[in-house]
């Protein structure tokens, strides 16, 4: 499984501890930055990782900021992407078996260490359900070419 990761300055711990414990674990990780707690804009990066899970070959993606909200707004205006942001490990397993997210996007100033990696797990650890869901998921794209 190739997975895109990517955080602002905000999310860099984050972002370092889960590709740890993926790399670990026999993911394939791509680390688009950032590295260091030099302020950078959320916007280069979601816009980098989501590009490469529309368009490269990852399974999905993501992104960490201070509170995951501005990454999640920036990824979604990626045509084709659903990005969820997740505090929970419900939500997490609902936005793939429900939304099919491809990026889930997680805030490091709201959610601790553990709580993410256990997000991180749940949401990697689930199929799209299909059927009614696919409907409502096409329903979502079709919104984009409004
Ligand atoms: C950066 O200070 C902060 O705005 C960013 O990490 C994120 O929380 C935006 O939504």
Do not use: W
């Not at 680390?31 to 899970?53: C, H, R």
């Not at 995951?68 to 078996?97: C, E, F, L, P, W």
Request: some cysteine.
């Amino acid at each position: 499984m190739r997975i895109a990761i990517g955080s602002d300055h905000g999310g860099i711990n984050h972002k370092a501890y889960i590709k740890e414990y993926l790399t670990e674990n026999g993911f394939e990780v791509k680390d688009f930055g950032t590295d260091t707690p030099e302020s950078v804009d959320y916007p280069d990066i979601a816009k980098t990782v989501s590009l490469a899970v529309r368009d490269e070959d990852f399974d999905c993606g993501i992104l960490i900021c201070g509170t995951g909200i501005g990454m999640s707004i920036a990824a979604n205006k990626v045509r084709g992407i659903r990005a969820a942001h997740v505090t929970d490990t419900y939500s997490a397993k609902m936005a793939k078996q429900h939304n099919d997210a491809q990026i889930i996007c997680l805030g490091e100033r709201i959610t601790g260490p553990d709580l993410a990696l256990e997000i991180v797990k749940a949401y990697l650890g689930q199929t799209h359900l299909g059927g009614r869901h696919s409907r409502r998921v096409e329903k979502i794209m079709e919104i984009e070419s409004l």
